[in-house]
């Protein structure tokens, strides 16, 4: 059997150190899944079956974002159960997850089936692309379970302090994508549809192996499902819908800062594209200290050792401060080099470049408002940091970054995301250090 760390006891640096590690390299292997799916439809098929699949993608994101939002009220539960050594309720809530998400995903996949014109033509997909993009969402919305699911039980997993065990079936997902993409679209001609398959069947099979694997070894105390009660019910739905819209918040934020990017015209926004696709590999170590954290602090908060809580804080933020400096150091260094692995138009390189090296000095502060709102989610005070990504998002970022990029042109963007950076990272340390989230209690009612 795999060893779970049991994280309200031993070596705290330690700890963070070997946990968040394999988080790490999970979610980069994550998201070279989206990057190879992107790689072999541009090069075999063509860019406008590439448009077909981005469309696609931002509504299978959306979902995602669900997904992660029920994820992050798991970790929440089940670390804390953990930590009190609640076998019994371990269980049930185990049973009420995946009653409640197998439900969900069925619900979400006939919908998603049935009005997948309906909401790409909300997006305005031209109709070009419109067949392809149909047929790409149906059959990723009738794998939809397998998605739910080995997310899932990764979650499981990682509450209960096994972060090793879920990198496998990243790894498997990864691995049968890359062979299985050229296979579908190309040698048995299915094309955009035959992208859709091999992401369906890679998700499955990494979702069948981590059932199997899990029950085989009794990693988790997995049973027959049952109708779950009411009350754990209102406390999973409780959690994980004010986190899902938290998600929602990001996106809609992300995509009110594209806004202000592309009145600076083409060059910029593709500079800006650019860049945005190596945050997405920069911010992995933030992210993933943000989850180890999480479950850290989720077993200490379930029993109550809140000495041990400040002190997971203290080194998580220490880690977060030496490894995004880090990071920081080199973009500023190679920043024109990465960029210049997405595009080569020399506006847009210089723009990209400027921006990399400008946001990259602020990482830090977003990394401490990553784990200080890990920490708080670790509570269950989720509507607390869907406050606090508002705040974040609509009342720092995006008006930050309108205000300076009016002032300063196409530099004040990067000017005004990282000083949204600096000053929601005070806003978090501040609702931290006096807000009321230690007095939140989630299994008064279930003694």
């Given at each position: 059997m795999k060893k779970q760390h049991d994280f309200t006891q031993g070596n705290i640096v330690r700890q963070l150190i070997v946990f968040s590690g394999p988080i790490m390299l999970a979610n980069l292997l994550q998201t070279s899944y989206q990057f190879i799916d992107s790689l072999w439809v541009g090069n075999l098929l063509g860019a406008n079956a590439l448009g077909a699949v981005a469309v696609s993608s931002t509504i299978i994101f959306t979902v995602l974002s669900f997904v992660i939002g029920l994820n992050n009220a798991a970790l929440t539960i089940l670390s804390q159960q953990k930590g009190r050594d609640n076998k019994e309720g371990l269980t049930r809530y185990l049973n009420a997850f995946v009653v409640i998400l197998t439900t969900i995903s069925i619900l979400l996949g006939l919908i998603g089936y049935f009005f997948a014109e309906?909401?790409?033509?909300?997006?305005g997909t031209p109709e070009s692309m419109m067949d392809e993009a149909?047929?790409?969402?149906?059959?990723?919305?009738?794998?939809?379970?397998?998605?739910?699911?080995?997310?899932?039980?990764s979650t499981v997993l990682r509450a209960l302090g096994d972060s090793k065990t879920p990198m496998h079936f990243v790894t498997l997902a990864v691995l049968l994508n890359i062979v299985l993409d050229p296979l579908f679209i190309s040698t048995f001609n299915w094309k955009v549809e035959?992208?859709?398959?091999?992401?369906?069947?890679?998700?499955?099979?990494?979702?069948?192996?981590?059932?199997?694997?899990?029950l085989s070894k009794k990693l988790a105390p997995f049973t027959m499902p049952t109708l779950p009660a009411w009350k754990e019910v209102r406390l999973i739905l409780n959690l994980g819908i004010p986190s899902g819209l938290q998600?929602?918040?990001?996106?809609?934020?992300?995509?009110?800062?594209?806004?202000?990017?592309?009145?600076?015209?083409?060059?910029?926004?593709?500079?800006?594209?650019?860049?945005?696709?190596?945050?997405?590999?920069?911010?992995?170590?933030?992210?993933?200290?943000?989850?180890?954290?999480?479950?850290?602090?989720?077993?200490?908060?379930g029993v109550k050792n809140w000495s041990r809580v400040s002190s997971i804080v203290k080194y998580g933020v220490l880690y977060n401060l030496t490894i995004m400096g880090l990071v920081a150091i080199l973009v500023v260094?190679?920043?024109?080099?990465?960029?210049?692995?997405?595009?080569?138009?020399?506006?847009?390189?210089?723009?990209?470049?400027?921006?990399?090296?400008?946001?990259?000095?602020?990482?830090?502060?977003?990394?401490?408002?990553?784990?200080?709102?890990?920490?708080?989610?670790?509570?269950?005070?989720?509507?607390?940091?869907?406050?606090?990504?508002i705040i974040s998002f609509w009342v720092l970022r995006f008006p930050l970054t309108a205000l300076f990029a009016n002032l300063f042109g196409e530099m004040g963007i990067a000017i005004g995301m990282g000083s949204s950076f600096i000053v929601s990272s005070c806003i978090a340390f501040l609702y931290f250090r006096f807000g009321?989230?230690?007095e939140k209690e989630l299994f008064v009612k279930n003694r």
């Open positions: 309906g909401f790409l033509h909300l997006l149909i047929s790409y969402l149906r059959i990723n919305f009738l794998g939809i379970l397998f998605l739910f699911g080995y997310n899932f039980i035959g992208a859709a398959l091999a992401t369906v069947v890679s998700q499955g099979s990494a979702f069948l192996y981590g059932i199997i694997y899990v998600m929602a918040v990001i996106s809609a934020g992300s995509a009110a800062i594209m806004s202000v990017v592309t009145t600076f015209g083409a060059g910029v926004v593709a500079g800006f594209s650019a860049a945005q696709r190596l945050d997405s590999l920069l911010l992995l170590p933030a992210h993933a200290l943000s989850t180890a954290v999480g479950s850290m602090a989720g077993q200490n908060i260094f190679l920043a024109q080099y990465g960029v210049q692995l997405f595009i080569r138009e020399e506006e847009a390189v210089q723009f990209g470049t400027m921006y990399l090296q400008i946001i990259a000095l602020c990482y830090p502060f977003l990394g401490i408002n990553f784990v200080l709102n890990g920490i708080v989610r670790a509570a269950g005070a989720m509507y607390q940091v869907l406050a606090l990504n009321k989230w230690r």
